[in-house]
Structures are given as C-alpha cells and as structure tokens.
C-alpha cells in the first residue's frame, strides 16, 4: 500500500511517500513559497509534487493529511468527506494562518489525485480524545468555552502518539496499559502526561503558545503580565499575538531561537544564554514532576523532537532536576543523537529514553488504519 503524507503548510508544502507493507519512505520532498494560500497556489505545489514523484504518483493508495487543529470535532483521524470537510472548515478561527492551507492542500489533492481517499490527522486529536475536563477547561466564566471553544486542545499530538506507541513497545508492555511523560523538545516544545496509553493532560493549550519555553514562543506567562504590556505601550492584540509567538522565548533572551547557538554562548560563559537554558531546563523539569504525579508514576519519561533527540547538553540540564525522582544520568549514554537509548542510569527510579519522532510515519500509519474502518 502506497501512502502519500502531505504536509500543506502557508508557505510551502512537505511531503513524503511510503511504502507500508514494509514501512519504507520511498521518496521525501519540500516544494516551498505557496504564495498567498488560495487553493490554486496548493494546486500548483501539488502539480510540482506529482512532477517530482514522476511514476511513484501513479499508484497512490491514499493520502494523510496534517492538519493543526481538529476542534473536539475529530477525536481521532478521519476520512475527509464532503461532511468533515464542512466541519474542518467551521475550525478555521483556531488556526487562521495554517488550517486553510491545510484544508486547500486537502481539497487540490481531490483535484489531483482524483479519487484517491484523504485522510486529516489532526494535531490536537490524541489529546482531545481522552484528555479530562479538570486538566482542559480554564477557570473563566464557561460562557467562553460554550460560545466560543475557549479550553485547552494541545498540539504536537501525532508525534505525542507516535511517542507513545514506540515507547509501549521498546517497554514490552501494551499501549493501553503504559503510563509516560513524552517530551517533544524542538523548536516548539511540547509535554503530555499518558495515562494507560492517553493523554490526560499536555502542555499547550488554546494555541501552541502555553507551556514550556520555546524558541520564539514565550509558554506560560501570567496573563497580566500581557494585559499590562498592552495598555503601557498601547499595542493591538496582532501586536501582541507576534510579540509572544514570534518574539519571545529563547530568542527574545538570547538573540537566538536555535539551541545549537544557545549552547555555544552559555560555552563562551554568556550569561543570559547559561540563563535561558536554565530557564528551559527548569520549567521541562516542573511538568516533568507535575506529570508524573497526574499519570499515577510514570513507566518512562521520553525524549524527542531536535532538542530532545540531539541535545545532550540541555538533556543532562533537565535531568539533574529530577533527582527527588530518583532519576540519575548516565552520562555516557547521554551523548546519543537521533536513536533509541535509555540515558538514565541503572538503578534510575524510572528509565528516561530518547526516542526519534516520526510525525510523518505516524500520518501514514493512521491513514492506513482509517482506511480500514471504512465501510465499503
Ligand atoms: P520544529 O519544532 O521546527 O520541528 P525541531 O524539532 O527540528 O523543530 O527542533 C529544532 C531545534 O532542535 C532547534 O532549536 C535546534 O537548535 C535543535 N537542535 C537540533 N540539533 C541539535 C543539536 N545537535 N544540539 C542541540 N540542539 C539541536
């Protein structure tokens, strides 16, 4: 079975093809500056994929879409029908930069690849499956949550999935009976808390905005603090929406968004880059505690996404915090980049293991599977 994985993106478009008898990528590409959007821009990065693709295009079984957000609508990935299209596009106010060209690169695909099935795997879809309401709603008047879906949704969820499946089986233990802290470290950070092999709480939130500190993106912030900004220097909420997405974190401290420069500054004795590393290390390693209370003792606290795959340096930064979780590093192990490896210590209370995410597999994955619920 011959599965097509798009990524359709503002302003480029990623792909990758897979052959899932074997799980093999056949062929991976990036056709970049979509220009404005419309659906005629992702119909040409389409036509562009299918050139690239020359014969690979012919036999496509199906095509898995990313999609960021799936709203409490989609619980889990679905078949893109003329219905769940309508309810996908109902969503658009939760990513009105990403989810239309999401939802184009969907529907050029109809165009494209006539008759082939599409399948939207959603970001949010594996936390808003299982996660409890006293981790996702926010203490304000739920008159917001009613009219508007004000709530916690989490992102970051198929690598979260995929996390989960891979860390159940480097366990031997099933996936509905694993209880895990998955850390995807990167550019955007993200942590979830599973509980028997769900989501019972996640770091972001509404938006990818929550939570830990990330490169461009302040995470948790009293709301104040934001309100008083606004009135003092009179800015708009856009303003302020590109302040804390696109302005803050890692780069707002540093000057730098990429935890490779970051690293070498705090080497070079900078101090408010040694400063932004703690600050890293120290809110991962908070949830990281946090979450393991809420999943009833974790079996393993998981590593992935570029930081958490390849970063020794801020892995040894978070794990020195977990000591009164009897965790210790082994500090030979941890200079592993990009493979499965347990970098605690024997004798850890609980075993901390890097694990390589595989979003774009687990989109495929997920295709397949809805495709084999479908009636026929
Ligand atoms: P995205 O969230 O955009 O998918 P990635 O998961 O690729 O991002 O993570 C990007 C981050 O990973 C950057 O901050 C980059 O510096 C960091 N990174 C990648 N390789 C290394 C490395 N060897 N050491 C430290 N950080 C790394």
């Given amino acids: 079975m011959k599965i097509l994985v798009v990524n359709s993106g503002s ?11 074997t799980e093999t990528r056949l062929a991976k590409g990036l056709v970049e500056r979509i220009g404005c959007g ?11 994929v299918v050139a690239d693709l020359g014969d690979a295009a012919k036999d496509i079984d199906a095509i898995g879409h990313r999609i960021l957000h799936g709203g409490e609508v989609f619980t889990d990935s679905a078949l893109m029908t003329k219905a769940n299209m309508a309810k996908a596009k109902k969503l658009v106010k939760f990513g009105p930069l990403h989810m239309p060209a999401n939802l184009g690169g969907v529907e050029a695909c109809e165009r494209i690849f006539k008759g082939v099935p599409n399948v939207g795997v959603f970001d949010t879809a594996f936390h808003i499956a299982t996660m409890p309401d006293c981790a996702g709603m926010y203490a304000i008047d739920p008159k917001y949550y009613k009219k508007y879906g004000i709530r916690k949704y989490g992102f970051h969820g198929t690598s979260h999935k995929f996390i989960t499946q891979a860390a159940a089986k480097f366990l031997k233990k099933p996936v509905a009976k694993v209880n895990l802290v998955t850390c995807h470290l990167g550019n955007g950070s993200s942590l979830a808390a599973i509980r028997n092999g769900g989501v019972v709480d996640t770091t972001m939130g509404l938006t990818p905005l929550a939570g830990l500190v990330m490169g461009t993106r302040c995470g948790d912030i009293d709301a104040a603090a934001v309100l008083s900004i606004m009135e003092t220097e009179k800015k708009s909420p856009a303003e302020m929406d590109t302040l804390l997405n696109k302005k803050s974190g890692l780069l707002a401290l540093t000057g730098s968004s990429d935890c490779r420069d970051i690293c070498a500054m705090a080497a070079r004795g900078e ?46 930064r978070i794990v020195k915090r977990l000591a009164a979780l009897g965790i210790k590093l082994d500090k030979k192990a941890n200079k ?3 493979e499965v490896k347990v970098i605690s210590a024997k004798g ?3 075993p901390v293991v ?13 295709t397949v599977r809805v495709l084999g619920n479908r009636k026929v």
């Fill in 11 to 21: 302003s480029s478009l990623k792909y990758q093809l897979f052959d899932m008898k």
């Fill in 38 to 48: 419309g659906p005629k821009d992702h119909a040409a990065a389409l036509a562009q």
């Fill in 271 to 316: 101090k408010k880059a040694e400063l932004a590393l703690e600050m890293l290390a120290y809110r991962t390693a908070l949830y990281i505690g946090a979450y393991n209370t809420v999943v009833g003792g974790a079996d393993a606290i998981i590593m992935t996404g570029g930081i958490g795959e390849n970063s020794g340096e801020v892995r040894e």
């Fill in 336 to 338: 592993v980049r990009g």
């Fill in 348 to 350: 850890s209370k609980i």
């Fill in 354 to 366: 890097v694990i390589p995410t595989n979003e774009e597999l687990m989109i495929a994955r997920d």
